[in-house]
């Protein structure tokens, strides 16, 4: 070989799409055959490879298989020069960017962004660099606040999404909406009725892997957190909260629990039900009321967390008296009973006449059920209108959108004119304020309508039962305790004052 021939360089090319669709895909495949004709045509290039990634975003080179193997072979010593499109085609984390670019500078290897016209090697190319990529990075934070805010109008709009690959009951109908899966629903059904006869979390997932039930995910083996899970998403009586997570970090796609930071929406009536909205209820105040006992839980204390101290406001406890006799009887006496060095002038009572207490409330309601049930009615009409909550949520979802508006603007700018960077700082802090202000006022109104609707679809529950059931009874129904109880304050003479759901008062 002569010896003045001059070497060739050894180039790569790179090639990216962010998605799966087919028009990007034919885009892909002009991008590879561009660039492997566009160094093979140059006599004093070697051409190597063309690199590719094809269904992911720019904004970290984490998971870019082709792009890691292309800066692989170029620390290697393979690549002497890299061409791509464009500074956002190679990277929108301006951190990434300038870190594989001065990591290739370190070994002599040089990138050329053809759209920008930069070569990394000439005196002006990392200025150029910086400034591209910090606007590419800010494309990137547009793009993603327009996505997550084009996500949240879906979610004002009441549109439902679910993983249905992990999700029990449900599968995405022909017309992109929620279907029933009639079998999965039937052991969601027999999930809820099992909590509801006294077995636990674990309890019942030990029962479901014994019927050789598979869980959601398609395993054999169930844990407590996917039966907790299951009954408590409100996903199952038919309605849906929305963003229960969101993303924290544009770049890292990073997420969190959202308690509060940002919006949350409550869509009644969203797809069809597999669990009554009543049962449903009835399930969270269960699941509320075993979390209040404090230790570990007995199918047969539905008196735990019921039964009020009207002396010292504390709860009653069970006790067991001749626990290994003949003479066996279950007590119900104020925890505190003993404590704090004053004793508590409340008696103990037995079950059973608690239990006859609560069938006198019902055989007194049941003298005026028509009255009782007309009042229940009128509490629930009062209930279902959400209209002062609407419109405040609505008030400040618009500040909301406006004060993301704001703040685009604001950081756009900041990446396009030089600024002093604290009173940009100072200003962002104050619209970050602002924001959380209005996000956790948000949060509170979407909490107590909830609430709200929770309560009425208890009233509605028992309603429902009051109207097919001969409310004048001779023995104990445990449903009809939980449907209509919502506690019991016990006087110093003995006396019982029952709360019902409906708030009404009555004394025995």
Request: charged content about 30%.
């Amino acid at each position: 070989m002569p010896l003045d021939k001059p070497k060739k360089r050894r180039v790569a090319g790179y090639a990216r799409v962010s998605t799966d669709s087919e028009e990007q895909l034919t885009s892909y495949e002009a991008q590879v055959s561009y660039y492997t004709e566009y160094i093979q045509k140059r006599d004093d290039w070697e051409f190597v490879n063309v690199y590719t990634d094809e269904g992911i975003s720019a904004t970290n080179t984490k998971h870019r298989d082709g792009f890691n193997a292309m800066i692989a072979d170029a620390w290697a010593g393979r690549i002497d020069l890299i061409v791509t499109k464009s500074v956002s085609r190679f990277a929108r984390n301006t951190v990434d960017s300038l870190t594989t670019v001065r990591k290739l500078k370190e070994k002599g290897v040089e990138i050329y962004f053809e759209k920008e016209n930069i070569y990394t090697l000439d005196s002006k190319g990392e200025l150029m660099i910086t400034i591209m990529s910090s606007l590419a990075q800010e494309e990137s934070r547009s793009i993603s606040e327009n996505v997550t805010w084009g996500q949240r109008k879906r979610m004002a709009d009441g549109k439902v999404t679910m993983p249905y690959g992990r999700f029990l009951g449900y599968r995405k109908g022909e017309d992109g909406l929620p279907e029933i899966v009639p079998e999965e629903a039937e052991v969601v059904r027999m999930i809820y009725r099992s909590f509801m006869d006294g077995l636990s979390y674990y309890k019942i997932a030990q029962l479901l892997m014994k019927r050789n039930i598979p869980a959601p995910s398609g395993g054999e083996k169930w844990h407590r957190r996917t039966v907790e899970s299951i009954l408590t998403n409100e996903k199952y009586k038919g309605s849906a909260l929305l963003q229960k997570k969101f993303t924290v970090d544009f770049l890292t796609k990073k997420q969190k629990v959202n308690e509060g930071e940002v919006p949350q929406y409550f869509i009644e009536d969203s797809h069809p039900l597999i669990i009554e909205p009543e049962e449903f209820e009835l399930v969270q105040a269960e699941i509320a009321r075993r979390k209040k006992i404090g230790k570990v839980y007995s199918s047969s204390n539905i008196f735990s967390t019921k039964l009020v101290c009207s002396c010292c406001g504390g709860f009653f406890g069970s006790k067991v008296w001749h626990s290994t006799s003949k003479y066996r009887r279950v007590i119900w006496q104020c925890n505190h009973k003993f404590q704090n060095g004053e004793k508590c002038k409340t008696p103990h009572l037995y079950e059973d006449e608690i239990k006859k207490r609560f069938i006198e409330v019902c055989n007194r309601i049941a003298a005026d059920k028509e009255n009782f049930v007309a009042s229940c009615r009128q509490i629930v009409d009062m209930l279902s209108d959400c209209s002062a909550f609407d419109k405040q949520i609505g008030t400040l979802q618009i500040r909301a959108d406006e004060l993301t508006a704001v703040m685009q603007a604001f950081i756009k700018e900041n990446a396009e004119n030089a600024q002093d960077q604290k009173l940009y700082s100072q200003r962002f802090a104050e619209y970050e304020k602002q924001m959380n202000e209005v996000e956790s006022n948000l949060q509170s109104l979407q909490h107590k309508k909830a609430e709200r609707l929770s309560w009425k679809e208890l009233l509605l529950g028992m309603i429902a039962e009051l109207e097919k059931t001969d409310m004048m009874i001779h023995e104990f129904d445990e449903k009809l305790w939980r449907l209509m109880v919502e506690k019991v304050v016990v006087g110093i003479e003995g006396e019982l004052t029952f709360t019902l759901r409906n708030g009404m008062e009555i004394e025995v």
